[in-house]
């Protein structure tokens, strides 16, 4: 049986009169990357921002590694291992890279007081995450974000991940706006971060990308879940494409 | 090497004081003459300090337009407690600079708080602060000179360098920047500075105290105001409830001169220091040439007009260069 990371139990949330979700609970396990899927609306960008503590939730609960969690911010979702990297990559393009990647979490040398940036280690580590990521032209970790492409933009988002050592990774339509080659870096890190400990959801429209890399695929419809144990690899994507739509249900 | 020179904020400033100084040297000698030197290096300092706070506000991406009425109301604060046998100018001083503190703190809690945006919040400080001003003096200047404390000495002492004669403030002025400096480019509050005024958004999602930042920088801003109109009063032996009237926006395009943006996110003090220079010398150089004073103004917008021209043209080969 293997381990479970992260468990919502019964989570409700409601926007004035409109219920967008209704009574959801989901399970993620360890080394597991979960498709999360469903047409817009189904409720998925509200569960994940629960999760990472962008939003929270009327009533339900959170639990990391068997115990309850109280997220009330996406610091406490950080500090829990959790980590989301949006659609629009969420970097302020003014800052080079190495700024970006510690944002937050900025390492400081010498005394406390004088609060001063370790900016070496800054770019010695950004310089060795960039090249993990796959960014293999030599950027320099000084360069603004400004500067950077859709999928390197991206690249550092990731990087921030894994440096982090977060236990889960979001990733919310990682693969918008970006390329053929950079959605194929974006793939291959998932199933990179697998192989190296962290556990994934990934949302994404494009049904192919999410058969590429996952393990389970959990379908989301107008608020709650209505299928939370395909295989890609036993089910076809018509079939997927019809419990989305509510053509099918699963008994 | 030279390539890395001309793509710095600080460049194009730069080269439009050297070539204001040169222009107006070779004009007028009398403009670099001990005495007029020592007439700018007086006053640049106090406007100078209130830039400085200005630039890391900006780059945060709030402005105060308050700065010139706290500019006149701390010093009216301190003398008035003086004045009337309430304090000795020392503790007059203390509570100047926490009503100023207190001022800032106003303007960061209703901006950060309330969601007004600060053009809107700071003009109202802005009469706010004037009006109380008045009101305390009835509309007239405040003694200064019934006072020989040494904290006068500290803050704008005198003294002379060769031919020169230099007040305390323009080391204090130095002081701050470097300071200021160092903080903005250097540590890790400025690096929450930057992504404040960049994308506040996802600075927030990152676990930057955005709101906390916002009103340390108004508050600070507030503070050297305060400091900068006490520096201004006991210099000029007066302490006026009008003093600083307009100077808001002055510094906002000294500050903007200087290179950093408008929109937040981008910010230099050494860019700053240059776009307070280029606008002082201006103000002090046309007058030396012959220029009527009246006149000033035009220059000054003629400026503003060229730097933002000359900013949204390097900005855009910037981003089609890369």
Redesign the interface.
């Given at each position: 049986m293997p381990e479970e990371l992260v468990r919502m139990e019964h989570i409700k949330k409601f926007f004035g009169r409109v219920q967008a979700l209704n009574d959801v609970s989901l399970s993620v396990y360890k080394n597991e990357i979960v498709g999360l899927l469903g047409d817009n609306g189904a409720g998925k960008s509200t569960l994940i921002k629960i999760l990472s503590g962008a939003l929270r939730a009327n009533s339900g609960e959170i639990f990391m590694h068997g115990s309850k969690v109280n997220i009330r911010d996406t610091t406490d979702a950080m500090n829990y291992g959790i980590e989301t990297i949006y659609q629009d990559s969420a970097l302020v393009t003014q800052l080079s890279i190495a700024r970006n990647l510690f944002l937050g979490r900025e390492p400081v040398r010498g005394a406390r007081f004088l609060d001063r940036l370790d900016q070496s280690t800054m770019n010695n580590v950004a310089r060795k995450l960039l090249k993990q990521v796959g960014i293999t032209k030599d950027i320099p970790p000084t360069t603004p974000v400004s500067a950077l492409s859709g999928g390197e933009r991206q690249a550092v988002a990731i990087a921030r991940a894994m440096y982090f050592e977060s236990e889960l990774i979001i990733l919310d339509e990682p693969t918008n706006n970006l390329g053929v080659h950079e959605t194929q870096g974006v793939l291959r890190f998932v199933r990179g971060a697998r192989d190296s400990g962290h556990s994934c959801i990934l949302i994404a429209h494009n049904i192919y990308h999410v058969f590429q890399v996952v393990d389970r695929i959990i379908v989301m419809r107008r608020g709650k879940i209505v299928a939370d144990d395909i295989d890609p690899k036993k089910t076809t994507i018509e079939t997927v494409e019809r419990i989305i739509t509510g053509m099918m249900t699963i008994a | 090497m030279l390539q890395k020179l001309v793509s710095k904020p600080e460049f194009g400033p730069l080269v439009l004081l050297v070539l204001e100084i040169a222009v107006f040297t070779a004009w007028s000698p009398a403009f670099i003459s001990p005495g007029n030197i020592s007439n700018l290096l007086a006053f640049t300092p106090e406007l100078g300090m209130i830039t400085l706070g200005m630039t890391l506000l900006m780059t945060a991406g709030e402005f105060d337009l308050s700065v010139g009425s706290v500019f006149g109301f701390a010093p009216i604060i301190m003398w008035t407690f003086y004045n009337a046998h309430l304090a000795s100018l020392e503790v007059g001083f203390l509570v100047a600079m926490a009503l100023s503190a207190i001022i800032g703190y106003f303007n960061g809690w209703m901006v950060t708080q309330l969601k007004i945006p600060s053009f809107l919040v700071t003009l109202g400080m802005l009469l706010v602060v004037r009006g109380t001003a008045l009101y305390i003096t009835d509309g007239f200047p405040q003694q200064t000179w019934t006072s020989n404390s040494i904290l006068m000495k500290i803050i704008v002492g005198e003294f002379p360098v060769g031919d020169l004669k230099i007040y305390a403030s323009l080391l204090w002025f130095v002081l701050f920047s470097v300071i200021l400096g160092y903080?903005l480019t250097?540590?890790?509050?400025?690096?929450w500075i930057?992504?404040a005024?960049?994308?506040e958004?996802?600075?927030?999602?990152?676990?930057?105290r955005v709101r906390l930042t916002k009103i340390a920088l108004f508050m600070l801003t507030a503070l050297i105001s305060g400091y900068a109109g006490i520096t201004s009063s006991i210099r000029v032996s007066a302490a006026n409830p009008n003093s600083g009237t307009g100077y808001e926006l002055e510094v906002i395009a000294m500050v903007v001169i200087g290179g950093t943006?408008l929109t937040g996110?981008?910010g230099t003090i050494i860019g700053t220091v240059i776009g307070v220079l280029i606008l002082r010398l201006m103000r002090n150089g046309i007058v030396l040439v012959g220029v009527p004073g009246l006149a000033y103004n035009i220059f000054i917008g003629g400026i503003i007009l060229g730097m933002m021209a000359l900013h949204s043209w390097l900005e855009r080969r910037h981003?089609s260069g890369?």
């Open positions: - | 903080v250097e540590s890790k509050a400025g690096n930057q992504a005024g960049g994308n958004q996802a600075a927030r999602a990152r676990g930057v943006a996110g981008r981003h890369v």
